[in-house]
């Protein structure tokens, strides 16, 4: 996020309940419409169809919950954080609330290219508890675990195990886990596909609920909160914009 017309903001926003069936598109619809309710003053890009400067984290998959969206907006002059955590969830579709937000420094990275990870909590059926824990330990000590994925409408048979940073048990049908967004977003689904494969008992795994939890952004080998890094500093004179690393 540049800056070039002023001031931009990260959002942290949460998607719960109903509101999860709708698409990415249609989240970037409600925002806009949340922003012109608000009568934000937004900054807009030039040319023949000026647009207003905002910028979004990774899609999230139509059906899943979150309370760790992120997206990025440019103002054109400052407001105050809690006037518009305020103001813009008043304009938001039930099941959707900012949740935080930070001034940035100019010429931010975009979170597009920051966010190096991403953190879910799955809920599961068609196995036993003892079978999962026994399908998540054989998957954490293979090498390689080799599934069929699709990427617009191209298959292919992929190695996905080095994309998976963490995977536990968090309770009798519940899993945590941690996938990279490097080289490619690696998806939820393809980690189940992945479980299955790893004994007959796993083979009718399914997940039921899936609620992304966290988004991180690495700095000098720091996992971050994508609110408390590059937040315009409220120092004096020339270290006023300077970008921060991690808290």
Partial sequence: ???????????????????????????????????????LPLAFSSG???HPKVSFGPALAVGYESDAEYLDVELTRPMPADDLVAAVTAGLPEGMAV?????????????????????????????????LAAAVEAFRSAPEIRVPVSRKGVQSVDDIR??????????PDVLDVEVATRPRT????????????????????????VLRTRQWIERGGARCEPLDVDRRSDAPEGAARALEACA
């Fill in 1 to 39: 996020m540049r800056g070039d017309a002023g001031h931009p903001y990260r959002i942290r926003f949460a998607k719960r309940g109903p509101v999860r069936f709708i698409s990415h598109r249609d989240v970037a619809r409600a925002f806009e419409r949340a922003f012109r309710i608000a009568e």
């Fill in 48 to 50: 023949f169809s000026p």
């Fill in 99 to 131: 949740t935080g937000i930070t001034h940035l420094a100019d010429r931010a990275p975009s979170l597009q290219e920051e966010i190096s990870s991403l953190g879910y909590r799955v809920t599961v059926g068609g196995t036993t508890p003892e079978a």
């Fill in 162 to 171: 080095p994309s998976v940073l963490a995977i536990a048990v968090a309770g």
């Fill in 186 to 209: 690696l998806r939820v689904a393809d980690v189940v596909t992945g479980l299955r494969t790893m004994s007959a008992e796993a083979a009718s795994l399914e997940e039921l609920r």
